[in-house]
């Protein structure tokens, strides 16, 4: 539920851990790494007023093995530090954009022209995703009629391979426990289940935001640590099974009630891309700099693997963030970056722990 580059992420984070607090008192569980090959990158915010140039952003991303960069809106000097990067980019739009470029195909080819184009080619685009964290809500229904005319844009336009899709909170699922019972909410389902439709007609993956740590830190110690950090140190008892299948960790479930959510919605085979995940270092429960390094190495080591409901299907994965963000409110929002404006580390993630 993430901090975008105008917006907050409180109210959807804690509507997204609701559904795990009353169900986790006793998922009391190790971790277990799989060792395997992940996607990783980093989400790069820009609500702060002290950050590096964009070309040293860049640099940095290089310099740190991190394959894959998400913006959260078009911004230029970004986009134009990222030419022949080789980082892979996913793009986002303004979720205030979202009713125009739903209504308005030429809008959608404007946006397409001025924030897409010039870059092909000298910029790898992964993805496009209409809308960050707008279902359910009021927004809702413009979400797939902007990805229809985004997509025909691109491709009146000339660019191919580039598939658009949104991203979603979890609190687009009303069920997610046990993961097998994952389904998405009577407000969401009427949403959710034309967009899976359509992004498995296109071969495109739908992006969702995990975020393990506000139900830990929201669950009032009926969480355990250790299975919300991927660890296999804390001294938990036991691991959960569903159905005869395994869970040691609580982003393996969430992304598998999400899985279970799309099959349900009549989608089989759709690839999920955790388009952000991450624990802050420092102001609210949990939030410490030995927590947040141990998160983010464990996902780094981890999604390699795949889940218990895809094993061996490497997990695409953006931790978020690169930056503390001074712009964000008060509390853990200014304190889920990896590095300082300044470029100093706040904890060490090991970026090639993923990697054979």
Known sequence: MAARGGGTRMTSAAAAAAPWVSVCSFLLCLAAFQGAEGAIGVNYGMVANNLPAPEQVVSMYK??????VRL????????????????????????EDLPRLASDLSFAASWVATNVQPFAGAVQF??????????????????????????????????????????????VLGASYPPSQGAFSEAAAPVMAPIVSYLSSKGAPLLVNVYPYFAYSSSGGQVALGYALLSADAGAASSVTD???????????????????????GVQGLELVVSETGWPSAGGEG??????????????????????RRPGKAV?????????????????EQHFGLFQPDMSEVYHVDFTAGSP
């Open 63 to 68: 310099a740190k093995n991190i394959s894959y």
């Open 72 to 95: 959260f809106h078009p911004d230029k000097d970004a986009l134009n530090a990222l030419r022949g990067s080789g980082v892979g980019v996913v793009l986002g739009t303004l979720n």
């Open 126 to 171: 992964r993805y496009i995703n209409a809308g960050n964290e707008v279902i359910p809500g009021d927004a809702a229904a413009r979400v797939l009629p902007a990805m229809q005319n985004l997509e025909s844009a691109l491709r009146s336009a000339g660019v191919t391979g580039v598939p658009v899709t949104t991203a979603v909170a979890t609190s």
């Open 243 to 265: 159905a005869g299948v395994v869970y040691t960790n609580m982003f393996d479930a969430i992304v598998d009630a999400t899985h279970a959510a799309v099959e349900k919605a």
């Open 287 to 308: 939030a410490t700099v030995e927590n947040a390094a141990a998160y983010n190495n464990n996902v780094v080591r981890h999604v390699g693997g795949g889940t218990p």
């Open 316 to 332: 695409e994965t953006y931790l978020f963030a690169m930056f503390n963000e001074n712009g964000k409110a008060e509390g853990v």
